[in-house]
């Protein structure tokens, strides 16, 4: 077994609260898109660069995690009502893509704050690495403030996309209740298919798994938390660079009501979760006004215990067609049980 890295059980307790002003036109955007909105079209370097506005770039990319978290979180509903395989697969999918979109978004940071650089030589790789060699701070204060609570996301997203490990479904279920979740399945080193060891901690003698109440819940966190770190560096960086405080756009205004849908699906997630995931620090989001001013606030709680006597586990793999060992998640076999 390799080394065992960012389980969800260790790197979840440097969690912390956060407070996000909820501006009156931006309808649920981070105000971040506000603060890009007063930068002047062909000012800076974007053009340069060969980027588009700032402020566009992170408007297409907050859309997309929009669109791909409210396509997931539809298709979870569909199959609480009604479970299919073919369903599962397409969740699967689904989350394979929120994944891809919220490091898009992540990644497109980088060049937002590239654009409102001076002009250097274009970046030929990395944008972090090009930030630290011409001098500017932003790019590590960035990776800074998120690397905490999004490295368990991104070990998932980086497997996905340089091996051939595959993510699975499994719920669990009692009369009207299920409780979906997912793992990553690779082989270990028996070559017997089951939840990546690297990632899913080990439970009562079984590989674990996560589920979507308590995942999604912590997903929709990260969002939010990138969004105010990006508003932050951007402030330093018109200050440390220009030495201008960068101004908001109050008259700037967001028409759809994607983001709101999101938060309302969000807070009407069952508050049940896997066994694993009981007591573990969870970021709950509320609505909360002070002095007429709306804040979008993420509580640090622990996850509910949960009594799931007669709960039964569905959990199933399409296999690979060669592989004939299989290592289900909260399942010890009657040999190994004593």
């Known amino acids: 077994m390799g080394k065992t890295i960012n389980l969800i059980n260790d790197e979840d307790q440097n969690m912390k609260e956060l407070r996000v002003s909820l501006r009156a036109k931006l309808n649920f955007y981070p105000p971040v898109i506000g603060y890009l909105a007063s930068i002047d079209e062909g000012s800076y370097s974007y053009n340069y660069y060969g980027l588009r506005h700032p402020g566009g770039i992170f408007s297409l990319q907050f859309g997309n995690i929009l669109d791909d978290f409210l396509d997931l979180l539809r298709n979870l509903k569909e199959l609480q009502n009604k479970p299919n395989e073919v369903g599962e697969i397409r969740l699967e999918r689904r989350l394979e893509c929120l994944l891809y979109s919220f490091f898009k978004y992540y990644e497109s940071c980088y060049e ?184 979008l606030v993420f509580k640090i709680r622990n996850a509910k215990t949960t009594d799931l006597s007669g709960f039964k586990i569905n959990s199933t793999t399409s296999g690979d067609g060669f592989s004939r060992s299989f290592r289900f998640p909260f399942f010890v076999p009657p040999k190994s049980r004593r």
Not at 161 to 184: A, C, P, Q, W
Not at 272 to 282: A, M
């Open 112 to 295: 937002i704050i590239l654009g409102c650089c001076e002009k250097h030589e274009s970046p030929g790789g990395f944008i972090y690495k090009w930030l630290k060699k011409n001098g500017y701070s932003v790019g590590e204060f960035l990776y800074e403030k998120t690397k905490d609570d999004t490295s368990y996301f991104r070990d998932i997203f980086n497997r996905l996309k340089h091996t051939s490990n595959t993510l699975r479904i499994l719920y669990f279920h009692r009369s009207d209740i299920k409780v979906f979740g997912y793992y990553l399945e690779s082989a270990n080193t028996n070559g017997s298919l089951g939840p990546d060891e690297n990632l899913h901690a080990i439970y009562q003698n079984a590989g674990s798994a996560n589920s979507f109440n308590f995942d999604l819940r912590r997903l929709y966190y990260c969002v939010y938390e990138v969004a105010e770190a990006l508003r932050s560096a951007l402030i330093l960086h018109f200050k440390e660079t220009y030495s201008i405080d960068l101004a908001f756009n109050n008259n700037w205004e967001i028409n759809n009501s994607k983001a709101k849908d999101l938060y309302d699906k969000i807070i009407n997630l069952p508050y049940i979760f896997f066994p694993n995931e009981f007591g573990k620090r969870l970021p709950l989001p509320f609505l909360e006004e002070i002095n007429k001013n709306r804040y």
